[in-house]
């Protein structure tokens, strides 16, 4: 098994798919059965070591569940029986902690995240993107990106995870709100997606929340990140690319379509070139069939430049 110390760099080779490469190179045995009330735990015979897990879990949530258990594997710290998904989540327990940090960094790479999280303030959008690249769930993503406050220069942020109208847990290493903050944060986030709800917290500092929703299963989660002002004030790349489709693509779909099948067919020859790089040949293959549009303007052109940044 790996060391504690290699996990990272592990993990950005092999990305998205570190954990179930990491069960290759050692042979770890993974079984699926319906087990309810149980979503995964380790069992080790002589020299065999099984991971179960619960085959009623979303494919998001069996590879969180998967790489927890990994993460005791690595760490040396018993599995406990009977843990179901949200209780790896949301547990307060110092061991189960590091166990899922090493778990989420094995899912989610700190140079992975600063793809879709390092420019400020980070709101669904980025979020969605996040989770989707990396093959886990929405609440997982914000749980990762809570933890790294300090790395992608949050000054605190809190995860809180809620049921129809009932809040189930809240998660941040230091940042806590009350029941009452939370409904408030959540209700004044859900009034303005898909952006983002800001409010001062006091003259240098500003609050932005964020709320993720998940209707099939009636479930939200809400994103609450505390900022300096010039950070949480400005607006986010993805707040930026749906204001510009708002007020020039929303009424033209045949052109909408048309945009997003250029930018699309466009994503393959970005592979191994800097932003910078990719933008420039966009346009030199581009330009001619978009002179006469909005795009050819200076909004358009920073819209093609987030665009892109979002392909790389």
Request: hydrophobic share 40%.
């Amino acid at each position: 098994m790996i060391s504690l110390d290699e996990v990272e760099s592990y993990a950005a080779e092999h990305f998205p798919a570190a954990p179930e490469k990491l069960v290759n190179d050692f042979g770890i045995e993974v079984r699926t059965s319906d087990t309810p009330g149980c979503d995964g735990w380790c069992l080790h015979y002589d020299d065999r070591t099984i991971i179960r897990l619960n085959g009623e879990l979303t494919k998001a949530q069996r590879r969180f569940t998967l790489a927890h258990e990994l993460g005791h594997l690595i760490l040396g710290i018993p599995s406990m029986f009977g843990e179901s998904f949200e209780d790896m989540l949301s547990s307060d327990s110092d061991e189960e902690r590091r166990v899922n940090d090493v778990a989420s960094c094995l899912l989610l790479p700190l140079a992975e995240v600063r793809k879709d999280a390092g420019q400020l303030p980070v709101v669904a959008g980025a979020l969605k993107r996040l989770a989707k690249r990396a093959r886990v769930s929405e609440l997982a993503a914000a749980v990762r990106v809570c933890n790294l406050t300090e790395e992608l220069g949050l000054l605190n942020a809190s995860v809180v995870a809620f049921s129809g109208a009932d809040i189930r847990w809240q998660w941040s290493r230091t940042l806590r709100m009350s029941e009452e903050t939370a409904f408030e944060l959540r209700q004044e986030a859900q009034n303005v997606s898909p952006n983002a709800f800001r409010a001062d917290h006091n003259e240098n500092q500003t609050v932005v929340a964020s709320v993720l929703e998940n209707p099939f299963f009636g479930s939200s989660t809400l994103f609450v990140q505390l900022l300096p002002k010039e950070h949480g004030n400005q607006l986010s790349v993805n707040e930026l690319r749906a204001a510009f489709e708002r007020e020039y693509l929303s009424s033209d779909d045949a052109f909408r379509n048309r945009l997003s099948g250029i930018i699309g067919a466009f994503k393959s020859k970005c592979v191994g070139l800097s932003q910078e790089e990719a933008v420039e040949l966009f346009w030199e293959k581009n330009e001619a069939r978009l002179r006469s549009t909005c795009i050819n303007t200076d909004e358009g052109r920073d819209y093609i430049e987030i665009r892109i940044g979002q392909l790389l």
